[in-house]
């Protein structure tokens, strides 16, 4: 299963560090999300939903449609 983490920060002109701020978190230990080497926990990727406005079926990579969430 592939993340869409990484495409969704880079559309945001977004940096790693400051995706890694926002989940309180090493910028490294984000980068090894964005690279698969360890697993996000459900909770990050909740906050990522949020902070995205997309569904998790979507940022996780189990769906192509990109719902976009209320604010």
Known sequence: MELRIKDLRI???L???EI???LNVNQSTY???E????HIPLEALCKLA???RV???YLVGRSSIKTQLPK
């Open 11 to 13: 559309d945001k002109d």
């Open 15 to 17: 940096t790693q560090m």
């Open 35 to 38: 690279t698969g080497r360890i």
């Open 20 to 22: 890694a701020a926002l």
């Open 50 to 52: 949020d902070f995205y």
């Open 31 to 33: 980068s090894d999300y």
């Open 55 to 57: 569904n998790l079926e």
